[in-house]
């Protein structure tokens, strides 16, 4: 006995289950739908027209229905999380049909990487452009000069007012990209490396007093362009994918590292990444160098603070990074420290 379309459609509709759990009343709804129109021309062979009507009205209210509980709420289109997750789920199933299982230990040595994240090793940075404290010092025709900032005072007594359109104090991370009327004068630090030409005074300053604690500090990764910075992010994302993750997994783990390009405080010329001249690598173990202490300790006095603090990963969305730091000017600076805030948490009280 040859099988009626009835049949070969749940057979269709068993198959699919077992394949696709996940998929379960998206294909009972598909299979619905083709034995109602199978049943509509039955309907209409046998001459049963006045039934017609019927099963088109009831059809018509299935489907409405149907796509009315998933994507629409009270007239007006609402793609939530759970559709969202929902897509993602298919992407990563479609992904993982040809891709290898993910190497969790090698994902966990890429994590070692900051943003820089452009180095064959990361565990030597001397293959790059770099300056030391030392370098700068020795070539210097005059000593350094050491802005003081009038406001600041030894005690903190002095009352001191912020302003959200102070330069130094603008906010860039993943919910405030940089303004495309944002506006900066890049100024060389010594060779190719070069940031704004406004922090460059004081980070002179501070590299010169850790040479004085015996601290040489080395800067790896001071301004990068836009385009650099797309290229650092994709490249991460493509490395995760090449290792057997989903693109929109992929694509969030390298925003944890990696800073989504438009949102990056390097793109401003205000942030650098600060090492020493024997500690060559980025990672957080350098926060229990001596020169990681010593800027610790001392940034704050030149201005500079460490943006992505150990413990504030919720509020920063970044993993502890003791080696990028940000320039916020030497109030802010020292209010950040006193308070044990980040830049975000300084925004929302002060600013």
Not at 207 to 220: F, K, P, Q, R, S
Not at 258 to 263: A, N, W, Y
Not at 271 to 277: E, F, K, P, Q, V
Request: glycine share 6%; hydrophobic share 35%; aromatic share 12%.
């Amino acid at each position: 006995m040859n099988p009626t379309f009835k049949d070969n459609i749940l057979r269709f509709y068993r198959r699919g289950i077992k394949k696709r759990p996940k998929l379960r009343l998206p294909l009972m709804a598909l299979c619905v739908v083709l034995l109602a129109i199978d049943r509509f021309f039955r309907v209409i062979r046998s001459g049963y027209r006045k039934y017609v009507v019927v099963l088109m009205t009831l059809l018509f209210a299935f489907v409405s229905c149907s796509f009315s509980s998933v994507i629409w709420d009270g007239g007006e289109y609402d793609f939530t999380e759970t559709t969202l997750a929902y897509y993602e789920t298919e992407e990563s199933y479609a992904s993982l049909a040809v891709e290898s299982e993910v190497d969790e230990e090698s994902l966990e040595l890429d994590d070692e990487e900051d943003e820089n994240g452009d180095l064959e090793n990361i565990e030597d940075v001397s293959t790059i452009d770099t300056v030391t404290g030392s370098d700068i010092l020795d070539s210097m025709t005059k000593p350094v000069d050491n802005p003081s900032d009038e406001a600041l005072t030894n005690d903190g007594d002095l009352e001191v007012t912020f302003a959200r359109d102070d330069w130094e104090l603008v906010l860039v991370n993943k919910n405030h990209p940089i303004s495309e009327d944002y506006e900066f004068t890049l100024g060389t630090i010594k060779g190719a490396l070069r940031c704004d030409e406004r922090i460059i005074p004081d980070l002179y300053a501070m590299m010169e007093g850790a040479l004085g604690d015996g601290v040489n500090l080395l800067i790896c990764s001071p301004y990068r362009d836009g385009a650099r910075q797309q290229m650092l992010f994709d490249r991460k994302v493509a490395r995760y994918v090449a290792q057997g993750m989903s693109y929109m997994d992929a694509y969030k783990r390298s925003a944890q590292t990696v800073t989504i390009p438009g949102t990056s405080e390097h793109e401003i010329g205000l942030a650098l990444d600060i090492i020493s001249d024997n500690y060559s690598s980025l990672n957080a173990g350098f926060g229990d160098t001596k020169a990681g202490k010593w800027l610790a300790e001392h940034s704050y006095e030149y201005g500079f603070i460490i943006r992505y603090p150990e413990g504030k990963e919720d509020v920063t969305g970044i993993e502890y990074e003791p080696w990028h730091f940000r320039y916020v000017g030497r109030n802010a600076a020292r209010v950040i420290r006193e308070e044990s805030l980040t830049l975000e948490e300084f925004w929302e009280k002060y600013l």
